[in-house]
């Protein structure tokens, strides 16, 4: 199975500013189609998880641009600029290029 | 609107039996893989299964396989989770998933005497 390594594991963030969460899968996920799937989730406190971006740096409907994605290979990282308290929960990488799906252990981001 | 609801949580006892289904509304459900997703209590997510939109293939995490199944019907727009022998590990809040784009509230099941 591709282990999901995030870093760091909760983050403390100033509104404003910005913030960048690390996965790093136990393998490459690029894919014999090409194409590399990686995903980021947000789970705010109570609610399920909802996507944000897809295949490393795709933002899903609706997500706002301060969210953005990049990396390859087996290094891969979200950013989120100018930090809004909207922002906080938990945030997870997720592959789906090799069955079983798995996720990162999850960060958790509150504002300061 | 995309709209997946799930049922047929609740208490079971370790070694019961419980079915899961998930109500799709809002898309064409016969073109889409559906997943379904778990987070025990206090927890990350842990994927469980897909299927394949004619429901040929499924797949499934290998602390599930051989007690739960994955199944669907395309004609009622609705995907099922029949879960065995049922451990006390197995309690979590469970999420139906659109191609993990679109995801329902979650239904939880306890395995508990």
């Known amino acids: 199975d591709i282990v999901m390594t995030q870093t760091p594991l909760s983050l403390s963030v100033t509104p404003g500013q910005s913030a960048s969460i690390s996965c790093k899968p136990s393998q490459s996920l690029l894919r014999s189609d090409g194409k590399t799937y990686l995903y980021w989730c947000l789970q705010r406190p109570g609610q399920p998880p909802q996507l944000l971006i897809y295949e490393i740096s795709n933002r899903f409907s609706g997500v706002p641009d301060r969210f953005s994605g990049s990396g390859s290979g087996t290094d891969f990282t979200l950013k989120i600029s100018r930090v809004e308290a909207e922002d906080v929960g938990v945030y997870y990488c997720l592959q789906t290029t090799q069955f079983p799906y798995t996720f990162g252990q999850g960060t958790k981001v509150e504002i300061k | 609107e995309v709209q997946l609801v799930e049922s047929g949580g609740g208490l079971v006892q370790p070694g019961g039996s419980l079915r899961l289904s998930c109500a799709a509304s809002?898309?064409?459900?016969?073109?889409?893989?559906m997943n379904w997703v778990r987070q025990a209590p206090g927890k990350g997510l842990e994927w469980v299964a897909n299927i394949k939109p004619d429901g040929s293939e499924k797949f499934y995490v290998d602390s599930v396989k051989g007690r739960f199944t994955i199944s669907r019907d395309n004609a009622k727009n609705s995907l099922f989770l029949q879960m065995n022998s049922l451990r006390a590990e197995d309690t979590a809040v469970y999420y139906c998933?659109?191609?993990?784009?679109?995801w329902g509230q979650g239904v939880l099941v306890t395995v508990s005497s």
């Open positions: 998933a659109r191609n993990l784009a679109y």
């Open positions: 809002g898309f064409t459900f016969n073109n889409y893989w």
